[in-house]
């Protein structure tokens, strides 16, 4: 078998792969991708990001969201969000966005991968699934970055906070509010319950 027949039998359709990794299976990794790239036995995603298309009978699926950041920050820990995860607060929000938001350790700024950009953004800690009480800190973090009323959206936050898990949310504010969050929702948290504050 030539060596760019053995690099094809280690392809899986669905699988996004780093250059660094399919040179473990080539002597001449640029040669090969470049031909495997041509034939459309992969797709290239960015510098040094291919992804191997699954295909349906209505034609090659796009690389599932989770394997592409994975494979691009070579990195299990992030946060994949969007700032239309805050509609379904019902504190105000009812914009939609054309962007995904990576929260990780490793990379910060604004990279198309296939046909999407993504926004990384560098943050030290978050959770590992979306909760009520992330979001509602995460939006309280990003009000600059929104496009809606503010004082409407911080009132909808307000009355929100009375009705999610007291101990979550004051955990969310430790844990991920920036100096705003914490400030904004400090006399919420200082009293004994958000319900007697309000």
């Given amino acids: 078998m030539s060596k760019l027949g053995e690099l094809k039998n280690h392809l899986r359709q669905g699988q996004v792969y780093r250059r660094a990794d399919l040179s473990l299976w080539s002597n001449a990794v640029d040669r090969h991708l470049r031909l495997l790239v041509e034939d459309g036995t992969l797709t ?3 510098g040094g990001l291919y992804y191997c298309p699954k295909q ?3 034609g090659a ?4 969201e989770k394997k592409l950041v994975k494979a691009f ?7 994949l969000t969007t700032p239309n995860a ?3 607060l019902g504190v105000g929000t009812t914009q939609l966005y054309n962007e ?5 350790h490793k990379r910060h700024g604004r990279f198309k991968l296939g046909k999407r950009v993504y926004d990384f953004r560098i943050k030290p800690h978050f959770p590992k699934t979306l909760s009520e009480e992330f979001l509602l800190v995460d939006l309280v973090n990003n009000l600059d970055r929104l496009a809606e009323h503010r004082p409407t959206m911080l009132g909808g936050v307000t009355r929100k906070a009375k009705n999610v898990d007291q101990k979550s949310l004051r955990q969310a504010v430790q844990e991920y509010g920036g ?3 914490k400030k904004f929702f400090a006399p919420l948290l200082t009293q004994g319950s958000i319900e007697h504050a309000l």
Avoid: G, I, M, Q
């Avoid at 920050?73 to 946060?79: I, P, Q, T």
């Avoid at 995904?100 to 990780?104: D, G, L, M, P, W």
């Fill in 44 to 46: 290239k995603l960015s």
């Fill in 179 to 181: 100096v705003k969050a």
């Fill in 86 to 88: 805050y509609n379904a």
């Fill in 73 to 79: 920050l070579n990195d299990h820990r992030f946060l």
């Fill in 56 to 58: 349906t009978r209505f």
């Fill in 100 to 104: 995904t938001v990576v929260y990780n």
């Fill in 61 to 64: 699926l796009p690389a599932e």
